[in-house]
């Protein structure tokens, strides 16, 4: 009987573990909910201040009227499909289409993005 008890708290403790390992991988990724997908929103303007890391990359936007903080895919997903590092230079000219953030009028989640004609889809 003891032998079978301690193998229930074993086990029990490992569900434990790999349930609260699970809800911090959970809490670290925010989501898309705050993202309104029922608008498209395509802006183009120059980039400053671009970021090519994880969890995402982000680029600061500058469009005519304002800038706007643009969240990208994450690196190895920009690099995999041909978007470089390079080409999110400071100066460079970028058009991206995405979905704008419900709360935050000046954040926009990209779909694609094109940058020195070339262009990548992010999702």
Do not use: C, F, N
Not at 2 to 9: E, I, S, T
Not at 15 to 31: D, E, P, T
Not at 43 to 69: K, V
């Amino acid at each position: 009987m003891r032998r079978g008890r301690r193998a229930v708290v074993l086990v029990g403790s490992a569900i434990l573990v790999a349930g609260l390992a699970g809800a911090g991988g959970a809490l670290g990724h925010h989501g898309w909910t705050g993202y309104d997908e029922e608008r498209t929103l395509t802006l183009t303007g120059t980039i400053r201040e671009p970021r090519y890391e994880q969890p995402h990359g982000t680029i600061r936007l500058e469009t005519a009227d304002r800038a706007w903080s643009v969240v990208l895919a994450p690196p190895t997903r920009m690099q995999a499909r041909g978007l470089a590092r390079e080409a999110l230079a400071p100066g460079a000219k970028a058009t991206v289409v995405g979905y704008p953030h419900r709360e935050k009028a000046d954040e926009l989640r990209a779909e694609r993005i094109t940058v020195g004609g070339k262009t990548t889809e992010l999702r």
